[in-house]
């Protein structure tokens, strides 16, 4: 279960990739857009704001991400991206901090590419932070022997989430699309208690916090609390900075 009321918690944070991503895909009056991997749908909003002319359709695999999204009055469906194909009126496809969770994906945008219209754009980010502290002490725990047996496939590596912006850039420019990648380390600065441990909560641990039971997932947590504390220390004034890098991909598809 992915709780969306924990995702928004770092919703400011969060959003500014999104808004990142969108700046750089130019498209006018497109006549549909898709937002694949839609979340609680506060982002998909600004799309249906941003192109008010457009159809919007929203996916996500969770059935609770796409509660929060109708709730918001997005017409969202539960759906797996990997089963996803345009209509032949997509003129915009979206897909933020998604793709890390789909194993191969490469291959999936080489398919939508061919499958969208002339001149649509396919707008992609991905955190690319599976080398940091954050990521590298989630897959010490997890290869305990207590834990190891069950998380070991359920957690992210470093060598097979996401590519580097030249890879995808290569990828797509293959496929005949002019492409635009680039990638951005944000310096987040987080504050309260535990804010790093809440953070990869609401993400990284997705995929843990639906293996073990409530017992397994306190104790899971409260032995990775310490560890990411000693990573990312609290500053005297509260204040703990979270560095963070993403990967952006955004390509056209020829006319």
């Known amino acids: 279960m992915w709780d969306p009321s924990t995702y928004l918690a770092f919703a400011d944070h969060r959003s500014r990739p999104f808004f990142d991503l969108l700046a750089r895909v130019p498209a006018d009056a497109p ?16 799309l249906a704001a941003r192109w008010p002319g457009a159809v919007v359709e929203a ?52 398919r939508w590419v061919k499958q969208l219209a002339p ?25 305990d022997p207590r834990w190891h047996d069950r998380l070991a496939p359920v957690v992210l590596r470093e ?40 953070w990869v909560t609401g993400t990284a641990l997705r995929p843990i916090r639906s293996t073990l039971d409530e017992p397994e997932w306190a104790q899971f947590r409260a032995e990775l609390a310490p560890r990411l504390r000693a990573d990312y220390p609290a500053r005297a004034d509260g204040t703990t900075w979270f560095p963070f890098r993403r990967v952006f991909v955004v390509a056209r598809v020829p006319d």
Do not use: K
């Not at 109708?70 to 979206?94: F, K, L, M, Q, Y």
């Not at 580097?164 to 635009?180: H, I, K, M, N, T």
């Not at 990648?181 to 987040?188: M, N, P, Q, R, S």
């Open 31 to 46: 006549r549909r857009v898709a937002d694949l991997g839609c979340g609680p749908g506060n982002l998909t909003e600004t």
């Open 59 to 110: 996916l996500d695999s969770s059935p609770e991400m796409v509660a929060a999204a109708r709730d918001r009055g997005i017409a969202a469906e539960v759906g797996d991206v990997r089963e996803w194909n345009p209509s032949a009126d997509t003129d915009v496809v979206v897909s933020n901090a998604v793709l890390q969770w789909v194993p191969a994906h490469e291959q999936l945008l080489v």
């Open 119 to 143: 001149g649509a754009w396919l707008a992609v980010q991905v955190p690319g932070n599976f080398a940091a502290a954050s990521h590298v002490r989630v897959r010490e725990l997890a290869a």
């Open 159 to 198: 060598d097979d989430a996401v590519r580097d912006p030249v890879e995808y850039a290569d990828l797509l420019a293959d496929a005949g699309c002019s492409v635009d990648a680039w990638e951005t380390t944000y310096l987040h600065a987080l504050t309260g208690e535990d804010p790093v441990p809440r």
